[in-house]
């Protein structure tokens, strides 16, 4: 097979992905998006005097890309050609949780781990999913679900767990159409998670007071 063919068999195998230009043409600059992931803060939320960590979200490598994943049918998940994540789903749902808490000043600092901060809790999340799904459907609907654990720091053990589950319905098929959903999917995620964070942290600690008397 010469170097040519070789080159073809390539860019075939990644049409999905990327475009590719074996001849040297212009290859067409990706379109980046930057949805808004930070969450609305709910006066009613307890406030706190105790400080948060975030761990590093996990995520399954397919999700946890810059790529902006798309379900078609059940089963198969392929990607949008010519779209991109300006952060990866992983930075957005930290930065939301963290931004939203931070915005909300119900909390004296909620930061992530390494940040110096001698943190009471620590929050581990886990994205289980991220994208956008037809399921049959004429119009795609954003799902983002999300795995979260609070920890107490001192002794390590799980204050409360609970899965969080968003799907957003798309106004159109359009990839900017599809952002805007995943924006208003990632500030309702961000949300939940920061107000249930808070009220479990709260919860544990005047459980843990009164055990203590």
Not at 16 to 37: D, F, H, M, N, W
Not at 50 to 70: H, K, N, Y
Not at 76 to 90: D, F, H, I, S
Request: glycine share 8%.
């Amino acid at each position: 097979m010469t170097t040519l063919h070789r080159i073809a068999a390539a860019c075939a195998a990644a049409l999905l992905l990327a475009g590719c230009s074996i001849l040297g043409g212009p290859r067409q600059a990706p379109t980046i998006y930057a949805p808004e992931s930070r969450g609305t803060a709910d006066p009613a939320w307890p406030s706190v005097s105790w400080q948060l960590s975030t761990a590093r979200p996990g995520a399954a490598q397919m999700l946890d890309s810059s790529r902006i994943v798309v379900s078609p049918v059940p089963g198969e998940l392929q990607v949008y050609k010519g779209a991109l994540w300006a952060r990866t789903p992983t930075e957005m749902l930290e930065d939301g949780v963290l931004g939203t808490l931070e915005a909300s000043g119900k909390i004296p600092a909620a930061a992530r781990q390494g940040s110096g901060i001698a943190a009471d809790y620590r929050l581990v999340m886990d994205i289980r999913h991220f994208q956008a799904e037809y399921a049959g459907a004429m119009l795609p609907s954003v799902v983002i679900e999300v795995s979260a654990k609070l920890l107490h720091a001192q002794d390590q053990t799980v204050v409360g767990s609970r899965n969080f589950r968003h799907v957003q319905a798309a106004a159109g098929v359009a990839v900017p159409v599809v952002a805007d959903a995943f924006s208003q999917a990632m500030g309702a995620t961000s949300r939940d998670i920061a107000g249930w964070v808070l009220v479990t942290g709260q919860a544990h600690e005047a459980s843990h007071s009164d055990s203590a008397r």
